[in-house]
T-cell receptor, first 113, second 113 residues
Framework: GDSVTQMEGPVTLSEEAFLTINCTYTATGYPSLFWYVQYPGEGLQLLLKATKADDKGSNKGFEATYRKETTSFHLEKGSVQVSDSAVYFCALRVPTGGFKTIFGAGTRLFVKA | DTAVSQTPKYLVTQMGNDKSIKCEQNLGHDTMYWYKQDSKKFLKIMFSYNNKELIINETVPNRFSPKSPDKAHLNLHINSLELGDSAVYFC????????????FGPGTRLTVL
C-alpha cells in the first residue's frame, strides 16, 4: 500500500546548522508530495510541495526535490533558526481511495540558540 | 480572519458520554476532512466530504459520525466515548480532491477520563 517513511526524531541542532530530514515513499501511480509543519499548539500548515518528478519545492529557506528514481523527498535548510523548532511531516497525495493524503510519522526538530 | 476554525479547543469528558466537535471553513473550499492525531503525533485520516458527500470513510468505530450540513461545515459527533478516543482531532479543507494542499484548523484536544 501507499506509505511514507521519515527519519525518527527528535533532531536537535544549533542555530545556523544545516538541516536534512529524510523522507521516502511508496506509492502506486504518481503522487504529489508535501512537507507540512506543525508549530507547538497549532494545526499543520503547508511548507512546500512538488507535483511531479524533478520538481523542487521551496519556501522560507526550506527546499525539497521530488526524486522518482529514489522515491524520496528530503527536506533541507541551509541555516536553521530557533523559530524553526516544530514537527515536520512528509506527506503524499494519491488518487486511490478518493485522493487520500498519507502522512509520515513526523520529525520533531529542536533548534538551540 | 480564521480560515479553518474548530470548537471547542479543549474538551474534557467522562467515559460513556457523547460529545460533538464543530468545524467551519471560510475559504470557499468544497472538500473537508477529519484527522486524528495520537500522542506520538501520528496523523490518520478519518473522514472526508466533498460537496457534502462522504467520499472517505476509514476504518473508524461507528461511534464516530460526521455530519456536513453545508460545504463550509463538517461536524464530528462521538458517542459512548472511550479512553482510547483521547487525542487531538484536526479538521482540514481543500479546494477539490486532486493533488492539492490542505488547510488545517487549530485542533481540538479531547481528553476522556
Amino acid at each position: 500500500g501507499d506509505s511514507v517513511t521519515q527519519m525518527e526524531g527528535p533532531v536537535t541542532l544549533s542555530e545556523e546548522a544545516f538541516l536534512t530530514i529524510n523522507c521516502t515513499y511508496t506509492a502506486t501511480g504518481y503522487p504529489s508530495l508535501f512537507w507540512y509543519v506543525q508549530y507547538p499548539g497549532e494545526g499543520l500548515q503547508l511548507l512546500l510541495k512538488a507535483t511531479k518528478a524533478d520538481d523542487k519545492g521551496s519556501n522560507k529557506g526550506f527546499e525539497a526535490t521530488y526524486r522518482k528514481e529514489t522515491t524520496s523527498f528530503h527536506l533541507e535548510k541551509g541555516s536553521v533558526q530557533v523559530s524553526d523548532s516544530a514537527v515536520y511531516f512528509c506527506a503524499l497525495r494519491v488518487p486511490t481511495g478518493g485522493f487520500k493524503t498519507i502522512f509520515g510519522a513526523g520529525t520533531r526538530l529542536f533548534v538551540k540558540a | 480572519d480564521t480560515a479553518v476554525s474548530q470548537t471547542p479547543k479543549y474538551l474534557v469528558t467522562q467515559m460513556g458520554n457523547d460529545k460533538s466537535i464543530k468545524c467551519e471553513q471560510n475559504l470557499g473550499h468544497d472538500t473537508m476532512y477529519w484527522y486524528k492525531q495520537d500522542s506520538k503525533k501520528f496523523l490518520k485520516i478519518m473522514f472526508s466530504y466533498n460537496n457534502k458527500e462522504l467520499i472517505i470513510n476509514e476504518t473508524v468505530p461507528n461511534r464516530f459520525s460526521p455530519k456536513s450540513p453545508d460545504k463550509a461545515h463538517l461536524n464530528l459527533h462521538i458517542n459512548s466515548l472511550e479512553l482510547g478516543d483521547s487525542a487531538v482531532y484536526f479538521c482540514a479543507s481543500s479546494q477539490g480532491r486532486d493533488r492539492v494542499e490542505q488547510f488545517f484548523g487549530p485542533g481540538t484536544r479531547l481528553t476522556v477520563l
